[in-house]
């Protein structure tokens, strides 16, 4: 099982821009797809994006495409997720998962974080 520490929340006003981190641990970290999810109140979680193992392909919701993108540095063990022109509805706990498989919105996460507050004012 690995350890997934995320960083990088705030608070922000819209149209700033916001970098977090995931670091992992325990685990090969190239051997896994990582995901970032986000929960809002009162909300279910969400699908914000995915990388694969390599860095070779990325997905992310149509929510916040064009304004997140997802990244990683296998040397380390950590996977990014830039955040530009963010907006209030982008408000929400940010959460970092890992799967051993392929980056999917769809497929079960095998370890989690803790997750990172984000807040966006208007």
């Known amino acids: 099982q690995a350890q997934l520490v995320e960083s990088g929340g705030g608070l922000v006003q819209a149209g700033d821009s916001l970098r977090l981190s995931c670091v992992a641990s325990?685990?090969?970290?190239?051997?896994?797809?990582m995901g970032w999810f986000r929960q809002a109140p009162g909300k279910e979680r969400e699908f914000v994006g995915c990388?694969?193992?390599?860095?070779?392909?990325?997905s992310v919701a149509d929510s916040v495409k064009g304004r997140f993108t997802i990244s990683r540095d296998n040397a380390k063990n950590t996977v990014f997720l830039q955040m530009n022109s963010l907006k209030p509805e982008d408000t929400a706990v940010y959460y970092c998962?890992?799967?051993?498989?392929?980056?999917?919105?769809?497929?079960?996460?095998?370890?989690w974080g803790q997750g990172t507050q984000v807040t966006v004012s208007s």
């Open positions: 325990g685990r090969p970290f190239s051997t896994y797809a």
């Open positions: 998962a890992g799967r051993v498989g392929y980056c999917s919105a769809y497929a079960q996460y095998d370890d």
């Open positions: 990388i694969s193992w390599s860095g070779g392909r990325t």
